[in-house]
């Protein structure tokens, strides 16, 4: 066999694979999110991916911030982030670096990624990527108190790397990675409110099956 046909070889099962991770950009998500997770909307123009995510928790904003801003323990409960750690900070100005690994199906995308954020104190978090896996990447996460807890709005652009499996990838898969993102945020979130209210129940980690967590 030449090399030619052997690399062929070993690059059809990759992307018989992955077809199914990549279908057409359709409105809206097929199953519906999470709890706490109202909306994802994920579209794509040329290489841009556009995210905007709408969630809502029970928790006060003082304790959302807390999860959002616990970058030194971001790991421990989001999944596929494998470290995460400040390495500046001056004022309300960070710089975080943090790596993971993504899984589609039977593959996966390592990411890493240093970020500059800044803080707007239970408002808003900006960041924006310096280096990393992404080409670019900007990110706003904005906080907003209402009469039943804290609503969340999260807005991003990215534009991945390349790549044959980021290229045959779709809005579905981003979709999907995003609704486990959140859903554990948003877990966390509602563990430590249950802790500062004395709750019991909410200590532990969160299933890994897409069980269900404790309401939020």
């Known amino acids: 066999m030449t090399t030619r046909l052997r690399r062929l070889a070993l690059a059809l099962p990759l992307l018989l694979a992955t077809a199914a991770f990549s279908p057409a950009p359709a409105e809206g998500p097929a ?3 999470p709890g706490g997770i109202d909306d994802i909307r994920v579209s794509r123009r040329g290489d841009l991916f556009r995210i905007e995510v709408d969630l809502h928790t029970a928790a006060p904003p003082a304790i959302a911030w ?3 801003t616990d970058f030194e323990r971001m790991a421990s409960f989001i999944p596929n982030l494998e470290r995460s750690r400040v390495v500046a900070r001056d004022g309300r100005q960070l710089r975080v670096e943090q790596q993971g690994r993504a899984w589609f199906g039977p593959f996966s995308l390592t990411f890493g990624s240093t970020r500059e954020i800044e803080l ?3 408002q808003e978090i900006r960041a924006r990527q310096l280096a990393g896996t992404a080409r670019a990447l900007n990110s706003t996460m904005r906080l907003q ?3 039943s807890g804290t609503r969340l709005e999260y807005r991003a652009e ?3 790397d390349g790549g044959l499996l980021t290229a045959l990838l779709g809005p579905a898969a981003i979709r999907h990675e ?3 993102q959140f859903a554990a945020i948003l877990w966390e979130i509602a563990r430590r409110d249950g802790l500062a209210k004395g709750i019991a129940g909410r200590s532990g980690a969160p299933p890994s099956d897409g069980g269900q ?3 939020l």
Do not use: F
């Open 120 to 122: 707007v104190p239970q």
């Open 31 to 33: 199953q519906p999110p």
């Open 178 to 180: 995003l609704a486990e």
């Open 158 to 160: 990215v534009t991945p």
């Open 145 to 147: 108190a209402d009469g």
């Open 213 to 215: 967590r404790p309401p």
């Open 66 to 68: 807390e999860v959002l």
